[in-house]
């Protein structure tokens, strides 16, 4: 009887029989209550019992699987608004794409209403042609057209666009001709300051930028003035467009301005050109050939 609690140890073994029938009688009369109720209901005690004691882990696994459905249905509103929001960059980008082209034909038949509206205006005959190469320089010095002699090109016939002088041809075959843009070193052509009306000469360098040379010190230049061309040079009819003064470093008294002038035309990047008759005709036997190094005499 050790194992009992303390209370029931001091009892003695009559009353402690007592208490035990007694509790029996209690248990059992509380197991018959429940299961007349659980019968009233329509259940088994058993049954009732394993409800119960299911009921937490039943609750449990719902709110589990409540939640997982939750995630998988974000999950695929996710996915949804990803494919969507997929498909509408795509239609963005179509559409922009669609855009730029648009502006591209605009500029290209702005470019080509420019260039008929400079040949109407330009003495007769004027030949259109585009450029098809370029010498492979960063900058281009000469570039190659798609008209030739059997187009009516000529040697030395300058080339123009709307925005301002190219050059001139310095080199024809039946289908293609060369040009010596203005920006090549070994280029030169008779300008006109438009607001002094002074005379000098325009020196390609091989860089974005000519050299504008025997301007007196004495003469007020401004940056922004226009260069144009004299007619001087036999090549250029006058009064064409060269460029804008960029830079100048004055010089003072005698000495001679250092002027730097962009040239208006696109040098880097032409499509379109016309080709004027040339004031000066060479036959093309007489043509300047490609510059080669000069040979040696023979010894």
């Known amino acids: 009887m050790s194992g009992l609690p303390p209370p029931l140890q001091k009892l003695d073994p009559a009353r402690r029989v007592v208490l035990l ?7 059992q009369f509380l197991l018959m209550s429940l299961h ?30 409540t939640s997982l459905v939750a995630v998988w249905s974000g999950y695929v509103d996710l996915r949804g608004v990803y494919v969507a ?3 509408l960059r795509e239609e963005n980008d179509r559409l922009r794409l669609a855009l730029v082209e648009r502006e591209r034909e605009a500029l290209d038949g702005r470019r080509l209403r420019e260039l008929l509206a400079l040949k109407q205006a330009a003495p007769s005959p004027t030949v259109v042609a585009n450029v098809i190469a370029g010498d492979g320089t960063p900058w281009f010095r000469q570039v190659t057209l798609d ?11 300058p080339v123009v666009t709307p925005q301002g002088v190219v050059g001139r041809v310095v080199a024809v075959g039946p289908t293609a001709a060369i040009v010596q843009t ?4 070994q280029a030169g052509l008779g300008a006109t300051l438009a607001v002094s009306r002074v005379n000098g000469e325009l020196r390609g360098q091989n860089q974005p930028l000519c050299r504008l040379d025997n301007i007196s010190g004495l003469t007020e230049v401004s940056e922004g003035e226009m260069a144009l061309t004299s007619g ?10 060269i460029g804008v003064v960029e830079a100048v470093e004055r010089g003072s008294g ?8 962009r040239p208006s035309a696109p040098l880097e990047r032409l499509e379109e050109v016309a080709i004027l008759p040339p004031t000066v005709r060479v036959a093309v036997s007489d043509a300047p050939r ?3 190094p000069a040979k040696p005499p023979s010894k």
């Open 147 to 157: 008209k030739g002699a059997l187009d009516g090109v000529l040697v030395n016939a």
């Open 290 to 292: 490609a510059s080669s």
């Open 36 to 65: 007349a109720r659980a019968r009233s209901l329509g259940q088994s005690l058993p049954r009732t019992i394993v409800l119960t004691a299911l009921q937490p882990l039943q609750k449990a696994a719902d709110a589990a699987v």
């Open 232 to 241: 001087l040079d036999g090549v250029y009819p006058k009064g064409l467009i």
């Open 182 to 185: 203005i920006a090549d070193g």
């Open 254 to 261: 005698a000495g001679l301005h250092r002027i730097l002038v």
């Open 85 to 87: 929001n997929q498909r």
């Open 21 to 27: 029938v007694a509790g029996l009688l209690l248990a």
